[in-house]
């Protein structure tokens, strides 16, 4: 990912990114936006519409500068988004949460109406844990086992998205959200180590895209916390109320660092629309999306 930085009006500061905004790269925003915010407090633009790939560190970094701003009460907006950035902010319920513009121009016209002194009963999808579900029996899915470590796991979600009807590829979300679950047996289950094996069962078809993946590790055991999570973030979202929403932007535990929030999690309940179903030893996990109702 490269970063360049404008001025287009004196108390802006517009940080546009280009390539991918994930794991390896986001980091990289937030210091250049940590440095240049050091150096003189100014309204943020930041401009997405060259962001290729984002994945939840992505996502983690823009909600950790967007409150970085609010609580120092630097107006912010970010402009561009569009594609998979745009997809994936719907997913986490975040496309109104974050002050947006459909471009520069316009992100420029909303901050310099922004003043530096102020700042800006249905169902909730949950995880199901159950040994039992449909989800989590692999009968006649294709199998593979891999020893990988983080590196590997988006080149891995490609190489089984690319076994999808092209239908079904839309703005590269499936790859996106296999790379999530992928992503999250190989660091949180495996600890990032490739003598630890993941499996992983798959199947597509026109209608449908449907994944299996189980790691080594102990299991998400903080399924239940991160339900009522979310419960409360849709919650506030749902009444508008943005203001108590900031308490439930980042589900971290005692094994996060600074890139996790669960807001991986939170846009594969919402992609995966026929569940996202855990087994009882919590270390294994099936997903299915139906494409007919899109």
Known sequence: MNISIETPK???????????????????????????????????LIDLGSVTYIDSSGIGI????????????????????HGIVSKILKLTRLEHFLPSALDRT????????????????????????????PLLQPDNMYYKKF?????QARRLANLISQKSPVELREFNILEQQICEIIKNAVKHGNKN?????????????????????QDEGSGFQDIEKWNEFYR????????????KMMDYLRFTTLSSDETDGGNAMC??????????VYSASRNKVGVMRMFHSD
């Open 267 to 276: 846009a594969a309940v919402e992609y995966w629309n026929e569940g996202v």
């Open 232 to 243: 409360n973030k849709i919650s506030c979202y749902r009444s508008h109320d943005y203001e």
């Open 62 to 81: 823009l909600l950790n500068i967007y409150t970085t701003c609010q609580k120092q009460n630097l107006p912010i907006c970010f402009c561009g988004m």
């Open 106 to 133: 316009r992100g420029v016209d909303y901050l310099e109406k922004q003043n530096l002194s102020q700042s800006h009963p249905h169902i909730i999808k949950q995880i199901i844990i159950d040994d039992t579900h």
């Open 147 to 151: 020893n990988i470590d983080l590196s």
């Open 10 to 44: 004196e108390d802006i500061l517009l940080l546009s990114t280009v390539g991918s905004l994930d794991i390896y790269s986001a980091s990289n925003l937030k210091k250049t936006f940590t440095a240049r915010i050091r150096e003189r407090k100014r309204k943020v």
């Open 193 to 213: 180590n490739p003598e630890k094996s993941i499996d992983v069962w798959f199947e597509f078809s026109e209608s449908h895209a449907r994944l299996i993946v």
